[in-house]
Structures are given as structure tokens and as C-alpha cells.
């Protein structure tokens, strides 16, 4: 079983200098774009049988624009969206810097964001959603999951099997790829944000 873990593209929070997470701010023109890209290379290397996708606005349009590409079916999986980052969602970083600042030392990671999740939480979270994928899309030979940053890196978290910590963590750019493969016991990373597909946008630049 392989997994195709892809993030979104560029979204309109991006722009604005804002804190995403569960804030639903829809794809930029270069983001449609981008997905675009990653669609057409994706349906030329690597197919996939199915789609899940997070069900927010970024996530969704990426992946819609992938299925429209590959022609498989797409199914949205709440526990794919990113950080619910509670009071923080939509807000100016330089605001929520003054009006919301983070306790001396960091926040624990046990202790939720007002209205949102802790880190612990939304751990927990990847690793159910992550062995949900598993079980229940074992016998397709290759899922494409599209998510957000701080979810795939969790995700890649769980399929190596860290422990929870901080001390880690798993970028991925605007439309990158990982592909994932387990095989019997083994677990094997292709590759990890793969981005080449996005050369023609950086040579008309």
C-alpha cells in the first residue's frame, strides 16, 4: 500500500498574514494553479485509486482539481483538516500577538488553545485518522490523502512511529508531495515534499 500525502496550494491566508488553521480561506490564482501542476504530474507518475481530502476550502479544491485529472472517486475525512487553532483562526499574527500571547516558555502540550485543540490533542488525532487510512483503504494499492501542513507533518510522525514531541517537524511547500509505501512489516519513504512539477511557474518568474 503506498500513501500520497499532498498539501494544498497557496491559499488567500497566505497572503493576508494571518493564522490559518480551521480558518476557511479558499485557494489564491496561483494556488489553483499550483494544483493544477500537481495534477497533471500526478496523473502522469503516479495514480492514485482514491482520494480522501480535508473538507476545508484549500484542501477540498486541490483535491477536487486532482480527481477532476485522475477520474477516481474523493472522499472527505473531517479528522484530515488542520490545527483547530480556536480564537486564533483568521487573525491577524501581528494582532493575535498583542491580544492572545503565548505563556512564558510556550503553552504546554497538553493544554488546548482557547476554543481549539492542545498539540497532544490534534497528535492523537493524526494517528487515528492515519491508521484509519490504513485499515479501512487497505486493499487500494494507492491512497492520495490532501491535507495541511500541520497535519501531514503529524501524519509522517505517525507512520515513522515518533514518539509525541516538539522536537521534530516535516515542512511541506505549497502543493508538495510525499509518497509512502508499507510493505509487509516494513515502512519505506519514497520521497518527501516533492515540489518538481512547480518548475514551470518558478521559470516564468
Known sequence: MELLIIRHGES????????EGRADFPL??????QASLMATYIEQHYRPNIILTSPLKRARRTATILQESIGCGLIVENDLMEFNNGILAGLLRNEAAIKYPLPQGGRPIHIPIQDGESELEFRFRADSVFHKILFEYQHYDRVAIVSHGGMISNILKAFLKQPMNQEFAFPTGDTGIHLLEIKANTRIIRFLNKQEHLQLIEDEN
Open 12 to 19: 488567500e491566508a497566505d497572503l493576508l498574514e494571518v493564522h
Open 28 to 33: 489564491t490564482k496561483l494556488g489553483e494553479q
